[in-house]
């Protein structure tokens, strides 16, 4: 961590903001939250403090509105999940992030939360992961890909898809905290993968299976297809296309 970040986090309880929204994936959520739950005051944010279906069917309550929260997070995390694609398409969410993230000291996500990050503005510049079917609407969006399981470039911190938010979480902590911090986090969670299979990436897995996650996820065409929407509208509105 720079000298300059570790001058805005003083010795005081961290302020972790954690953005969900319709549609998210419980374990982009849950997986970090329960990491940065030893270290920090999370707030899970929402527009409303009304429970927030998950892409599996449960839900989760808020425990703080995008009005309420503070101008002093540590981190801004944003999740992913099947809901992605419609929420590239809600300005007023984009918006918050984009305000949020002017004055956290740390930018994150996992999953595809790195698409959101991209749209509201926040990894101009910046390499990225994501969740590994959503790489195209990431470089749509003029994002550098980088295809670890944890992205650090610089305070942009993002994690592939769903089980690498526990990853991620680990090295967020490691960078503000230290790596005493994220070894005993490690610990508590007693996080010691040890797969029965070799699938979790599409470098292993056996074709058959990757096309049948790919057909499954049409979601994917229509987040390009925002994308590239989203990029088309920034380019007639620049100054270049006015002249």
């Given at each position: 961590?720079?000298?300059?970040?570790?001058?805005?986090?003083?010795?005081?309880?961290?302020?972790?903001?954690?953005?969900?929204?319709?549609?998210?994936?419980?374990?982009?959520?849950?997986?970090?939250?329960?990491?940065?739950?030893?270290?920090?005051?999370?707030?899970?944010?929402?527009?409303?403090?009304?429970?927030?279906?998950?892409?599996?069917?449960?839900?989760?309550?808020?425990?703080?509105?995008?009005?309420?929260?503070?101008?002093?997070?540590?981190?801004?995390?944003?999740?992913?999940?099947?809901?992605?694609?419609?929420?590239?398409?809600?300005q007023a969410f984009?918006?918050?992030?984009?305000?949020a993230g002017k004055?956290?000291?740390?930018?994150?996500?996992?999953?595809?939360?790195?698409?959101?990050?991209?749209?509201?503005?926040?990894?101009?510049?910046?390499?990225?992961?994501?969740?590994?079917?959503?790489?195209?609407?990431?470089?749509?969006?003029?994002?550098?890909?980088?295809?670890?399981?944890?992205?650090?470039?610089?305070?942009?911190?993002?994690?592939?898809?769903?089980?690498?938010?526990?990853?991620?979480?680990?090295?967020?902590?490691?960078?503000?905290?230290?790596?005493e911090a994220a070894?005993?986090?490690?610990?508590?969670?007693?996080?010691?993968?040890?797969?029965?299979?070799?699938?979790?990436?599409?470098?292993?897995?056996?074709?058959?299976?990757?096309?049948?996650?790919?057909?499954?996820?049409?979601?994917?065409?229509?987040?390009?297809?925002?994308?590239?929407?989203?990029?088309?509208?920034?380019?007639?509105?620049?100054?270049?296309?006015?002249?």
């Amino acid at each position: 961590m720079s000298d300059e970040l570790s001058r805005k986090i003083e010795d005081r309880q961290l302020q972790i903001g954690m953005v969900i929204f319709p549609g998210f994936t419980l374990q982009d959520l849950a997986g970090p939250q329960t990491a940065f739950g030893l270290h920090a005051k999370t707030h899970i944010i929402w527009k409303t403090m009304e429970p927030v279906p998950t892409d599996m069917g449960v839900t989760m309550n808020p425990t703080i509105t995008m009005d309420g929260v503070p101008d002093n997070l540590d981190v801004l995390f944003v999740a992913g999940g099947a809901g992605t694609p419609e929420i590239m398409k809600d300005q007023a969410f984009l918006d918050f992030i984009a305000r949020a993230g002017k004055t956290a000291t740390y930018i994150t996500a996992a999953c595809t939360g790195s698409v959101l990050l991209a749209m509201a503005g926040l990894l101009e510049g910046y390499r990225a992961a994501t969740y590994w079917p959503f790489y195209e609407p990431l470089i749509a969006l003029g994002i550098e890909p980088s295809y670890e399981r944890v992205c650090v470039d610089r305070n942009r911190i993002t994690g592939g898809g769903v089980t690498a938010g526990i990853d991620f979480a680990l090295r967020v902590i490691a960078e503000i905290k230290g790596q005493e911090a994220a070894e005993f986090t490690q610990l508590v969670l007693e996080y010691d993968p040890q797969p029965t299979m070799n699938s979790g990436n599409p470098r292993t897995a056996r074709p058959e299976i990757v096309a049948q996650i790919k057909g499954l996820w049409g979601r994917t065409d229509e987040a390009v297809r925002v994308a590239k929407a989203h990029m088309a509208r920034r380019v007639r509105s620049s100054p270049l296309a006015a002249a």
